[in-house]
């Protein structure tokens, strides 16, 4: 480990007790109220002069706040209208959708802070005026931090996410020879990769399956989300040591760029993978930069038809072909699991990618 040192920023997650559910639940009803009036100034302002607010612009009208009987920080009011105006940039809106406090379909909470707005110490943190207790497992005093969040899950369990800087230590031995891999992202097999390797969707339901159905039939909600809320934690527990191992194991990571719509026919089903997908891009995508490791996404056109054996197109194809799991290639024989051989393709596209466009280091 006598590498060179850098710092980088990371988020760190930490829950926090329960008994601070309320206060953060009355200031998440302030952010939601700023949130909707920033919309509600957009809204105004293309109306009338065609013309998209910035965070910045926002500040003109957002000044007095604070001091109009909000207990919410400036800067966090200001981290808000920031937000707002990113994410309405990002998905090329000229409105987003209002934040609801109340009734069956509100916003799950969220309380964005800028660093001036929060200070860790012994353990716990101060936001707006309380200290508030978690599980520090990572203590966080340690750490300058830089901004982040506060937010609910679907169980009404309040979490921290924390930018924080750390320093780096780059291993030495980071920059010898390690292989490449291919990453294939799938329904059944969420993730496969050129070595044969798989992470399967239905683990995530092992046990959970029978439960979630008797609930169901009893119309007990909060059961229902408590287990869908296990299910999803379990999904991301297994994406992030994947993805750990992953990155430890190889130098440089090549990763489909597929998107549900291609594959499944419901939105629900879609947002739920695509959601998933992009988690596991990123994660790969932040420790790769971590570790100093190489990421790419490329063009997986066709990975699942061509045989990557004789590059004869001959495999599954479309929706029609999900269902396939395996399958033998009628120009050389060659017998493929399907999803393994969709990595081995997206693994010599991005090989041919760096080959062309990247020069050798
Ligand atoms: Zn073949």
Redesign the pocket.
């Known amino acids: 480990m006598n590498g060179a040192s850098f710092i980088k920023t990371k988020v760190l997650r930490l829950r926090l007790k329960d008994k601070h559910a309320k206060f953060l639940s009355d200031l998440a009803r302030e952010v939601n109220f700023v949130w909707n009036y920033c919309n509600e100034l957009q809204i105004t302002m293309f109306n009338r002069e065609r013309r998209f607010l910035s965070g910045y612009d926002f500040a003109e009208f957002t000044r007095g706040a604070t001091k109009e009987g909000l207990q919410l920080h400036s800067q966090t009011v200001q981290a808000i209208a920031e937000e707002y105006a990113t994410r309405r940039r990002q998905f090329g809106k000229v409105r987003l959708s209002w934040r609801k406090s109340t009734g069956s379909r509100r916003s799950l909470h969220w309380i964005p802070f800028k660093k001036t707005a929060i200070q860790a110490a012994h353990g716990q943190v101060k936001f707006a005026g309380q200290w508030l207790s978690l599980w520090d497992s990572y203590g966080l005093d340690s750490y300058p931090i830089r901004a982040g969040n506060f937010c609910e899950d679907a169980r009404g369990r309040w979490y921290l996410n924390a930018c924080v800087a750390v320093p780096v230590t780059e291993p030495a031995d980071r920059s010898s020879a390690r292989g490449d891999v291919g990453i294939d992202l799938g329904l059944k097999d969420l993730v496969a990769t050129s070595d044969g390797e798989k992470l399967s969707a239905p683990q995530f339901y092992r046990g959970l399956e029978s439960k979630l159905a008797v609930a169901q039939r009893a119309g007990k909600k909060n059961r229902v989300r408590a287990i869908h809320a296990k299910i999803a934690n379990r999904r991301k527990d297994s994406l992030q040591q994947f993805s750990t191992r992953l990155v430890r194991e190889y130098g440089t990571i090549f990763v489909g760029n597929v998107s549900a719509s291609a594959l499944v026919k419901t939105s629900q089903a879609k947002s739920v993978l695509d959601a998933g997908w992009s988690a596991f891009r990123t994660m790969l995508r932040y420790k790769c930069d971590f570790a100093g490791a190489t990421f790419a996404e490329v063009n997986e056109a066709f990975s699942t038809q061509t045989?990557s054996?004789?590059d004869?197109r001959g495999g599954p194809k479309g929706i029609a072909g999900l269902g396939i799991r395996a399958w033998t290639?009628g120009?050389?024989g060659?017998v493929h699991d399907r999803n393994v051989n969709a990595a081995k393709n997206i693994l010599a596209a991005g090989r041919r990618r760096l080959a062309e466009g990247i020069p050798a280091l």
């Open positions: 045989c054996a004789c004869s290639c120009e050389c060659t």
